[in-house]
């Protein structure tokens, strides 16, 4: 008797016991949540961005927020020299500021000549610069103030154009899209789900216990995570990869789970029987498939890169839970419900979508497959090798904030004229300027150390702009220095070198007392991409290593691992060209409502391949074991192909087209990330249930005959 015979034979005669203690675990999640107070775990950078945050995380204070106003004529010609309305409207936004001395600090305005370097290189441009005074509990008030005011002095001057961009613009316009983007998923795509399950069974109860059993277990992991994240920082922004991993994997094991007993159900058996049968064979695939998917994820804390690492434990947890929801509440709920699990039928769907049949097409596709192996199989593997084929020429690059969000957004489009008049303004460098004894920068010190940096400006070959600022925070100093570029572009790192490896050296070298650390977007950027190229290897050898034990484990072979991982392998990589192609290129941009930047992010191939080979487990298991459930019960390898695929394929079709419209309901976000992560995991799906599943399986295993069964030193049967 299995694991999953002896979890479900106890929660089917303890049905009550484990209905009501799955809702238990929910509603302890709820109270954890509500009693476990403090704050979250932050995450710290790696490299020299983690030196610098790690430095003013221990200062007695907290780096100004800073925000800059652009001013520009709205007619060609106007120049700061010459313009007397561009005068009036800056002194009027200055006076307007200096309101609030108590909300607003450090007004610099293009008009004084101290500030020359608030005046764009053609004229045309200026830059009023303020800080947001503290404290930090009435930031959100001044603001407002800070924003209010600009409103109110352009709405004075409708002749100027006035664009705010700064900290906090540009970090709530991306707090504000990710919040948005959470909302429209979920708006999204479980009543997408719910639609496409009453499609498939035909019948509001069956379709509505899926989506019940996701939607508590996805409330009882954002539940669980408020309380991880006081130990282990959970970036925000990975909220909404964990509702669409949660999604996917929750309606698929419950899919494969209820699909197999009502199948069972109508081959005339009783209904304990029908329950045995299908907790041994779903019930098994969905643990072993979901004990891959965790584990699989785990290799991510492998990179040592607390976002990825928080991402990953959200992810396992949701997981997990779906897990345990299927092998334990999914069979105590069908011992309840019994033959009224077919409840609520939909009438135009008629009776036949209650059936769980054998899929013609499918069937009909291995036939052919498993005839001329060679031929379909090779003509798969050139599809998917010539889809791989941009992925050579993948360029790896973090999106800046300007290309993150469209530019419809007030803030992104601010930082782009900010962008072209004051190259790298919107998102600066910070260089974070220490005592080595812990003593304080004096005055006199920091006034030479501005001047130095301020004097390599000019020396820089345009690699270095300003305006340059500097801000006392306790003992330490952080001077804002914008750099060349978009702000993670090429050019942008070769500012960022040249200011670590040349300016610094040369121009505080002589303070042999102090330390030295650069952060900043572009700095944060560099230093994350340089740690997770060097631990990539690590993490590919890692998931390999895992997926192809756990499968010798699973099916007692050695050929069937190691097809398995070329398959998968093949899928990632046309799924890396699909991604190249259309954000790397640009094909497409106006159909999926994005600005192409030349790159792909940095983190995406790796959390894709993570993520894909444990979640492709669950087709390639769950086919795999239908197939070898027909070998052992006497059939030929080529008959055990075409009955086992042709059994479990419209299982695997309906939860590949689940998983691909909550993963494409992604390329309907805002931001370029959600996107390209939609368009990779969608087509990577679609492509394993297809061409791999659909053809390469059966031809794989229709050229290794009863070979792919066998085990060095075992029998066959």
């Not at 106890?10 to 109270?31: D, K, M, S």
């Not at 932050?42 to 995380?57: E, F, H, I, K, V």
């Not at 664009?163 to 540009?170: H, V």
């Not at 360029?395 to 601010?414: E, G, H, I, Y």
Request: one cysteine or more.
């Amino acid at each position: 008797m299995t694991l999953t015979d002896r979890i479900a034979a106890w929660a089917t005669r303890h049905r009550r016991a484990a209905i009501l203690g799955w809702l238990g675990l929910v509603l302890l999640a709820f109270l954890a949540s509500v009693l476990v107070t403090g704050p979250n775990a932050r995450n710290l950078d790696p490299g020299d961005t983690g030196r610098a945050q790690s430095t003013l995380d221990k200062q007695d204070g907290y780096l100004p927020v800073e925000e800059k106003v652009l001013i520009q004529a709205r007619t060609p010609g106007g120049h700061f020299g010459n313009s007397p309305e561009l005068r009036r409207a800056t002194e009027d936004l200055v006076a307007e500021l200096a309101r609030r001395p108590d909300a607003v600090t450090d007004v610099r305005s293009p008009l004084e000549s101290r500030w020359q370097d608030h005046v764009s290189a053609d004229g045309r441009s200026g830059l009023v610069t303020f800080k947001l005074a503290w404290p930090v509990a009435k930031l959100s008030e001044h603001f407002s103030f800070a924003t209010g005011a600009v409103q109110a002095v352009a709405a004075r001057h409708p002749a100027v154009l006035f664009a705010q961009a700064g900290d906090r613009s540009l970090s709530s316009a991306v707090d504000e899209a990710i919040k948005a983007d959470l909302a429209r998923s979920h708006l999204l795509s479980l009543p997408l789900v719910l639609i496409i399950l009453l499609i498939v069974f035909g019948s509001l109860v069956a379709a509505g216990i899926p989506v019940l059993l996701t939607v508590s277990g996805l409330a009882a992991t954002f539940a669980l995570l408020s309380v991880i994240g006081k130990v282990v920082a959970v970036n925000s922004a990975v909220s909404a990869l964990i509702l669409l991993v949660g999604v996917a994997v929750g309606i698929d094991y419950s899919l494969f789970y209820l699909r197999r007993y009502r199948e069972e159900r109508q081959s005339g058996v009783d209904d304990q029987t029908a329950l045995r049968t299908t907790a041994r064979t779903s019930g098994h695939v969905v643990l072993v498939s979901g004990l891959t998917v965790i584990l699989c994820l785990s290799g991510l804390a492998l990179t040592g890169l607390g976002v990825l690492t928080g991402g990953a434990i959200g992810m396992a947890v949701v997981v997990g839970l779906a897990m345990v929801a299927s092998v334990t509440v999914l069979p105590a709920i069908l011992a309840a419900l019994r033959h009224r699990v077919d409840g609520g039928r939909i009438p135009w769907l008629g009776k036949g979508r209650t059936a769980a049949r054998e899929s013609r097409i499918w069937s009909g596709v291995a036939t052919r497959v498993a005839r001329r192996p060679v031929l379909w199989g090779g003509a798969a593997v050139l599809a998917l090798l010539a889809m791989t084929v941009p992925a050579l020429d993948m360029k790896l690059q973090d999106a800046a904030p300007v290309n993150s969000l469209p530019r419809s957004v007030p803030q992104v489009d601010a930082a782009l004229r900010m962008q072209e008049a004051f190259p790298g303004a919107p998102t600066p460098a910070r260089v974070v300027i220490w005592q080595r004894d812990e003593s304080t920068v004096d005055g006199m010190l920091a006034t030479a150390l501005a001047d130095r940096l301020r004097a390599q400006v000019k020396d820089s070959g345009g690699l270095l702009a300003g305006p340059l600022t500097v801000d006392r925070v306790d003992k330490a100093l952080v001077v804002r220095m914008p750099l060349a570029g978009s702000g993670t572009d090429d050019t942008s790192v070769r500012a960022l070198e040249h200011l670590r490896h040349k300016v610094i050296p040369e121009t505080l070298g002589a303070f042999g007392q102090l330390d030295v650390a650069v952060s900043g977007r572009t700095a944060q950027t560099t230093d994350f991409t340089a740690q997770l190229r060097e631990r990539t290897p690590l993490v590919f050898g890692f998931v390999l290593l895992l997926s192809f034990l756990l499968l010798v484990l699973v099916f007692r072979s050695l050929t069937v691992p190691l097809v398995s991982i070329a398959l998968n392998l093949l899928s990632i990589g046309a799924a890396y060209g699909v991604i190249t192609w259309i954000f790397q290129y640009g094909n497409l941009s106006d159909l999926l409502g994005f600005t192409p930047y030349g790159g792909v992010m940095g983190w995406l191939p790796l959390f894709m391949f993570v993520v894909l080979f444990g979640l492709s487990m669950d087709y390639h298991i769950f086919i795999l074991s239908r197939i070898r459930e027909r070998w052992r019960a006497g059939l030929s390898a080529k008959e055990a192909v075409v009955s086992g695929l042709g059994a479990s394929a419209g299982v695997v079709t309906s939860a590949a087209v689940i998983m691909t419209v909550v993963f494409a309901v992604f390329v309907t976000l805002t931001s370029i990330e959600n996107k390209m992560l939609g368009v990779g995991l969608a087509v990577a799906v679609l492509l394993d249930a297809t061409l791999v599943r659909g053809v390469l399986v059966p031809a794989a295993l229709a050229l290794l005959g009863e070979r792919a069964w066998r085990f060095p030193g075992r029998r066959a049967h």
